[in-house]
């Protein structure tokens, strides 16, 4: 059984140790997480997939009441999500799966829609973060919606145009409560005020904190040949890279993997994680607030390889490769 999200071939031992057939269902459609003890932990939806749902279903609900909205997500998918639509006004909550710690579980999305004469117009609202100085990928002003998820709502509004036969519809879509929940994220460090950030490389939110102690840990005890990479990004590109290498994602947890891991292994992904990981004080003096707008700047390449040099000295047995996220290598240790 393979994970459809990850690529991730199951072994048969953990199959067998799922007793639930309608659990390694969700498993094999990539709405789960199956583990080494044949635990199976639900993915939840991100904030793109929320948003992408409450704008289909409110152009959906011009015409009659909705419940639930299909959704074309960014890793290939397409799930069904629970809203509430009627006369062009729907809500949809945000599903946090089995994550513990997603604080914007529960947050409700509201868009309302209204028929134009052409074009499709997507506003972005109330409790939308908006960025407050101008980024390597962003300008001062422009709401913190990256390219996954606004496709994402794009291409669902369009889906439901089409359906309902319109010339064009303009949608708006807020968030009561972003305000309040972006404070207990770290947007402020990364320039997004005023609300949260609408966000999802794949559509989906991994259940991290409950199943990497169990398979990350055994995957790495008998992997050869591994690439130990960060984020969804990093993992996309190691598979194209290395395609013969055992590709394991492992987060933030980097400390973790490294004991855990043996033999040669390469650390791979994204700048941020991975220098922060070796100098937590890497900005320190720099003048910027993350490793992202450092990165832009021509000071970035010496810093980022005398870190690179310090890290293989403590970790001879790993290799570094950091990217950028069209794939192309910043750096790499020796």
């Not at 659990?23 to 993915?43: C, D, H, N």
């Not at 998820?149 to 439901?160: G, K, R, V």
């Not at 720099?286 to 010496?302: K, N």
Request: hydrophobic share 40%; aromatic share 6%; net charge negative.
């Amino acid at each position: 059984m393979r994970d459809p999200v990850s690529g991730f071939d199951y072994p048969e031992a953990w199959v067998k140790k799922c007793h639930s057939p309608d659990l390694l269902r969700l498993a094999e459609e990539g709405l789960a997480v199956l583990t080494s003890s044949g635990t199976v932990l639900r993915r939840g939806y991100t904030t793109g997939t929320t948003a992408a749902a409450a704008c289909k279903a409110a152009i959906l609900s011009l015409s009659e009441d909705v419940t639930t909205v299909p959704v074309h997500i960014p890793c290939g998918l397409v799930v069904s999500v629970a809203v509430n639509g009627s006369g062009g006004n729907a809500s949809c909550e945000k599903y946090g799966g089995d994550y513990p710690d997603d604080v914007t579980a529960g947050c409700e999305f509201i868009a309302e829609a209204v028929p134009r004469e052409e074009g499709i117009h997507f506003l972005p609202g109330e409790g939308i973060g908006r960025f407050s100085r101008d980024t390597p990928r962003f300008r001062k002003g422009d709401p913190a919606i990256s390219p996954a998820p606004l496709a994402c709502i794009l291409t669902s509004m369009e889906e439901a145009v089409n359906q309902e036969g319109l010339c064009g519809v303009e949608v708006r879509l807020r968030i009561p409560g972003g305000p309040g929940i972006a404070k207990k994220t770290l947007n402020s460090r990364v320039g997004v005020v005023g609300g949260i950030s609408i966000l999802g490389t794949t559509g989906l939110v991994e259940p991290w904190d409950d199943h990497l102690e169990e398979s990350m840990g055994e995957r790495l005890a008998v992997a050869h040949d591994a690439v130990l990479t960060t984020g969804r990004i990093g993992l996309r590109y190691a598979r194209l890279l290395y395609p013969d290498k055992e590709i394991v994602l492992i987060g933030s947890r980097i400390a973790e993997a490294l004991a855990a891991v043996h033999g040669e292994v390469i650390l791979f992904g994204l700048p941020a994680l991975i220098l922060r990981f070796i100098n937590p004080d890497i900005l320190e003096g720099t003048g910027y607030a993350t490793v992202e707008e450092f990165a832009a700047t021509p000071g970035f390449q010496p810093v980022m390889q005398s870190t690179l040099d310090t890290f293989k000295k403590e970790y001879p047995h790993v290799r570094v490769v950091l990217v950028n996220r069209d794939g192309f290598i910043l750096g790499e240790t020796p």
